[in-house]
């Protein structure tokens, strides 16, 4: 089963509502939940602008999928705080890896992602408790869709 989160319209139908209280806090709702019925599913959600908020409501997105099904892959095109992933001076935190387990905790399985900073080539990988496919979008590759967009 395919979910869109509303910030991925260009993708497919938003089937997952967010909004926001008055006091800024997140609301997260999954109305086809109950159809997943233990089957796999592929979550397409895009984490910027608004990184902050955007990864607290994936948090509350996979953690109710979890509810549902063990097998969550989730499609981050950027993945925020990927670029604090080295430790240079006393006390600082190491971001990166914090969000990675982060998400793994909440229920995803795999997540693919597009030049994370601190992949540098694609594949996959183990980056603290998470499985990533890192892709990278090559000049070749953003040429190839730029011209696909001109010529549909």
């Known amino acids: 089963m395919i979910f869109f989160g509303k910030n991925c319209p260009d993708l497919g139908a938003p089937n997952i509502e967010t909004k926001q209280f008055l006091d800024g806090e997140s609301y997260v709702r999954i109305p086809s939940l109950s159809e997943i019925g ?14 902050d908020t955007s990864l607290i409501q994936l948090f509350l997105m ?48 795999e ?4 030049d994370a900073h601190f992949l540098k080539k694609k594949g996959t ?12 979008m090559n000049e070749e590759r953003i040429n190839y869709f730029k011209k696909k ?3 549909p």
């Open 38 to 51: 233990g089957e796999e599913v592929t979550l397409f959600y895009r984490a910027y602008p608004s990184q």
């Open 62 to 109: 996979l953690k109710t999928l979890k509810r549902a099904t063990d097998k969550i892959t989730v499609v981050l095109p950027y993945l925020p705080y990927a670029r604090q992933d080295k430790m240079i001076l006393e006390g600082e935190a190491k971001s990166s890896e914090y969000i990675c387990n982060l998400i793994s905790a909440c229920g995803c399985t």
């Open 125 to 136: 990988y183990r980056y603290g408790n998470l499985r990533i496919t890192n892709i990278s």
């Open 111 to 114: 997540l693919i992602t597009f």
């Open 149 to 151: 967009c001109k010529n």
